[in-house]
């Protein structure tokens, strides 16, 4: 079993470029040096390599979709699928607005591995599908997050009240011409799940009449970092990946919640007793996507039923035989028909999910 507070770090030092020591570190994916600085080059298997290449925006469309940056506080990544007018509701699109996963820690929306998945979502919904680029642990810990996803959605509704000829960036304009920002639906990977609950709680708090004409009509949180300070049996019994292990899971929350903080901290349970009890969370309607292979499985079945006790509007997917982030994969879901076909499994529940709300 774990010890009721985040496990704190004892690594070997070692070596690093420039003489300087790393004191800390998560396996593959980052180590913390001795003199504060942070360094992210990858060291795990070289074959993962690709999947964290930056895909280029385009303009000219691709695979029946343009991509854009929008730099800014914060960076949006734009998916804008290629749909006629006439054949869009209100001649507008809904809006998914996607907060990355990596434990809060690492990852970037332009990665392949997002890429891969959002484009075809955009165009599968179809949707304007907005990447939002968060800060990172440990240089900045929760709920800097939260505040970011927070501050994605106040952007997205200034960008929407904005006037004709207010806008320079061509980028903003596109976004304004196309979202329905009356129905936008936060969908966050893993740790950005956790992201999704909570910034979707503070709209609730604040009340439609703040956010108007901005609606948040629905919540997909696929495979959220939730946890207890004692291990589930799925962190016992689950083994390892390369992206995801339990080495991981301690180590990028210790390094990513408020210094002190327990795993029973709200930001990663929720349910937990030190969380406000959910029927007092205003939440819209969640979608919650869990791996039946994930470390986090039993916590996300948890969570769910949490949120039915507490009369929330809640749909589960169990993907069978699936690990975490499976669908992020490119590879496998290209390669093997299995992680292919619940991957389709999944964006055709988030398709049927945007279409009920």
């Known amino acids: ?25 998560v396996s593959g994916w980052l180590r913390v040096l001795d003199d504060g600085s942070v360094d992210r080059t990858w060291t795990g298997p070289p074959e993962v390599l690709p999947m964290m290449q930056p895909v280029a925006p385009y303009a000219v469309p691709r695979d029946g979709h343009t991509l854009h940056d929008l730099p800014g506080e914060p960076s949006f990544r734009i998916y804008l699928p290629e749909v006629d007018v006439g054949d869009r509701e209100g001649g507008r699109l809904p809006v998914i607005v996607h ?3 990596g434990g809060f820690c690492f990852s970037h929306p332009s990665w392949v591995m997002y890429h891969h998945f959002y484009s075809r979502l955009a165009c599968a919904v179809p949707a304007v599908v907005i990447s939002v680029e968060l800060p990172l642990a440990p240089e900045r810990r929760l709920p800097a997050h939260i505040d970011t996803g927070v501050a994605a959605l106040r952007r997205l509704r200034s960008i929407a009240l904005s006037e004709d000829g207010a806008l320079d960036d061509r980028a903003a304009k596109l976004l304004r011409e196309a979202a329905d920002v009356s129905r936008v639906f936060l969908v966050g990977d893993s740790s950005g799940a956790n992201i999704s609950h909570f910034a979707a709680a503070r709209v609730g708090q604040d009340g439609a009449g703040i956010w108007a004409p901005l609606r948040v009509a629905g919540c997909v949180l696929i495979q959220p970092g939730f946890m207890r300070a004692t291990r ?18 301690d180590k990028c929350n210790a390094m990513a919640l408020p210094v002190g903080a327990t795993k029973e901290h709200p930001f990663t349970c929720p ?13 819209p309607a969640m979608l919650v996507a869990v791996a039946e292979n994930d470390l986090v499985r039993d916590t996300n079945l948890e969570y ?26 490119k ?9 292919g076909e619940r991957t389709q499994e999944l964006i055709d529940a988030i398709v049927s999910f945007i279409a009920c709300h």
């Open 1 to 25: 079993m774990a010890n009721a507070t985040v496990p704190e770090s004892q690594p070997q030092v070692q070596a690093a470029p420039g003489g300087r020591k790393v004191v800390d570190e």
């Open 99 to 101: 907060l990355h996963g």
């Open 232 to 249: 589930s049996r799925s962190e016992l019994e689950v083994g390892d990946s390369v992206f995801f292990t339990l080495d991981m899971l």
């Open 271 to 283: 349910m937990g007793p030190q969380a406000p009890p959910l029927e007092s969370v205003p939440l």
């Open 304 to 329: 769910c039923d949490a949120l039915r006790a507490a009369g929330k509007e809640v749909e589960l997917l169990l993907n069978r035989g699936m690990g975490h982030a499976f669908y992020l994969n």
């Open 331 to 339: 590879f496998a879901v290209d390669m093997d028909p299995s992680t």
